[in-house]
């Protein structure tokens, strides 16, 4: 028999506004540890250097985390034009310099050709798997890596302040999978100036806000105490973007057992992805078909 693993079977949401420091995974471990939760994981890694969301789903909300990860998400950051450096970010070290800077008008204009559908080349060091290696401990080592590109949709890309002629801050909404760092470097590229980012926040990540969110203090303030369960968001929080489909109670016990529950249809499209609810609890995530929803995801409550 398996060793059943130890802490309290509770389900949710706990948002984090993330420091400079530690890593995401880091973070996960001090709210587990906090909660005295038996399963937890996050959605969407930030670099260690990184602020903002980091949502953290604990227990049954873990199979809700592919919805987070494809969502939108938005992020702040600044670019320090005038060098390259191996890491794309202030850490690294400075590859390459120039003396040009440019104009804030050649700003906005490059930006456009770097929303929409785009194509991206990973930082060297990220944790992309080349040969089943991620890509920061090989180039750790000294190799010299060609990374594919990836496509990437942008949705938004803004010059939000200049702060001086070395700097500026720009705001970017996009999909999944982009790199920040990498952006920052092919928009310097593009300008003929070179560039790096200095700092990096993301502000929203799916229907989770960075200003909702609490800071490592207070997790350690209020760990192992009721208050901080307070602060946890239903596990539904993170199936906001997709319609939600209310089910009787037959329907519920057939999608509990893994099996196509009949749900009250609304404008759902034959296909579409969605969830059934029951009693204001979700019960399944699955596909619309002809009045029922076939589940792939099951929550266990």
Same mark, same amino acid.
């Given at each position: ?17 993330? *420091? ?6 880091? +973070? +996960? ?5 906090? !909660? %005295? ?8 890694? &930030? ?6 969301? !980091? $949502? ?15 969502? &939108? ?15 794309? %970010? ?26 929409? #559908?785009?194509?991206?080349?990973? *930082? ?13 401990? !090989? ?20 010059? /939000? ?21 990498? !952006?920052?470097? #092919? ?15 993301? /502000? ?24 901080? #369960? ?45 969830? $059934? ?5 979700? /019960? ?18």
């Amino acid at each position: 028999m398996a060793r059943r693993k130890k802490g309290r079977d509770i389900s949710g949401w706990l948002v984090i506004d993330k *420091p400079a420091g530690p890593t995401s995974t880091a +973070v +996960v471990n001090k709210v587990r540890w906090a !909660l %005295d939760a038996r399963k937890a994981g996050h959605a969407g890694t &930030l670099d260690p250097e990184a602020t903002g969301v !980091l $949502a953290v789903a604990l227990g049954e909300a873990t199979k809700t985390v592919p919805f987070i990860t494809d969502a &939108l998400k938005a992020y702040e950051f600044t670019v320090r034009f005038g060098a390259a450096t191996n890491t794309d %970010d202030a850490q690294g070290e400075v590859i390459a310099t120039s003396d040009a800077r440019p104009a804030d008008d050649d700003i906005r204009a490059a930006l456009d050709g770097f929303t929409g #559908d785009i194509m991206q080349v990973p *930082p060297q060091f990220s944790a992309v798997k080349i040969d089943g290696e991620r890509a920061y401990h !090989l180039a750790r080592e000294g190799e010299e890596l060609e990374l594919a590109a990836r496509p990437l949709w942008v949705d938004e890309l803004v010059l /939000i302040e200049r702060p001086d002629a070395d700097h500026a801050v720009l705001r970017m909404v996009c999909g999944k999978g982009g790199y920040v760092r990498a !952006l920052a470097r #092919d928009l310097g590229e593009a300008l003929g100036c070179l560039g790096h980012v200095t700092q990096l926040r993301r /502000i929203w990540s799916g229907p989770f806000d960075a200003e909702d969110g609490i800071t490592m203090e207070t997790l350690e303030r209020l760990a192992r105490s009721p208050e901080l #369960d307070t602060h946890l968001l239903p596990l539904e929080a993170g199936l906001a973007d997709l319609p939600e489909l209310p089910c009787t109670a037959e329907g519920a016990a057939r999608l509990r057992n893994g099996n196509p529950g009949m749900v009250l249809a609304s404008d759902v499209e034959y296909g579409e992805e969605a969830w $059934a609810s029951h009693g204001g609890q979700a /019960i399944a995530v699955g596909r619309y078909r002809a009045g029922e929803l076939h589940p792939s995801r099951v929550f266990n409550r």
